[in-house]
């Protein structure tokens, strides 16, 4: 399992554990992030928020919040 902001660009993964504050997660389930779910990181740079694939969604999350998300990765995109 690693953290969100460490997953590599066009590699998916599923989310496995949460560790914010009820507030936040209530923020993630209406864009589709919650445990179990499967997201493909389109965009990790360095001092920018990241940039998922969540379904035919795109969403943005700051990389201090994304931190809170642990995920297991499945390889890259097809």
């Known amino acids: 399992m690693v953290r ?18 009820g507030a936040f997660i209530c923020k993630l389930l209406p864009m ?4 179990g779910n499967r997201v493909e990181m389109v965009y990790n740079r360095r001092f920018v928020p990241i940039l998922l694939g969540v379904g035919d969604s795109l ?6 919040k994304a931190r809170t998300i642990f995920v297991e990765e499945e390889g890259n995109v097809r």
């Open 32 to 35: 589709g992030i919650s445990i």
């Open 59 to 64: 969403i943005a999350i700051d990389r201090r």
């Open 4 to 21: 969100l902001d460490r997953v590599e660009e066009s590699k998916c993964c599923r989310v496995c554990r949460i560790e914010a504050d």
